[in-house]
């Protein structure tokens, strides 16, 4: 059975990075277009990265001049490096297949805070 075991998060402060790795347990990453897509408290989760399966990356506009998502297929790891962070950041940070299809992991919380 496939997982998806994200980590990497954590609390900052304001201006800080961070990097968020997401790991995929199983055979055929290297197919996939993955994703990450946040959860702010209180709204609905959102796509905000995605890097197709050729390597490709698209990010949403709200984060594209300040994060990265990249990806290993020989580690079936997809990252998301994030610098300058702003408070409205601060959401649980989740990767998943483009649209989603595998069950989601636990995600983990980006807190930015002063």
């Known amino acids: 059975q496939v997982q998806l075991v994200e980590s990497g998060g954590g609390m900052v402060q304001p201006g800080e990075s961070l990097r968020l790795s997401c790991v995929v347990s199983?055979?055929?990453?290297?197919?996939?277009?993955m994703g990450w897509y946040r959860q702010a408290p209180g709204k609905q989760r959102d796509l905000i990265a995605r890097?197709?399966?050729?390597?490709?990356?698209y990010l949403v506009d709200s984060v594209k001049e300040r994060f990265t998502i990249s990806r290993d297929n020989a580690n079936n790891t997809v990252y998301l490096q994030m610098s300058n962070l702003k408070s409205e950041d601060t959401a649980i940070y989740y990767c998943?297949?483009?649209?989603?299809?595998?069950?989601w992991g636990q995600g983990t919380q980006v807190v930015v805070s002063s």
């Open positions: 998943n297949t483009i649209p989603p299809r595998l069950p």
């Open positions: 199983g055979s055929g990453f290297s197919t996939y277009d």
């Open positions: 890097v197709t399966s050729d390597g490709r990356s």
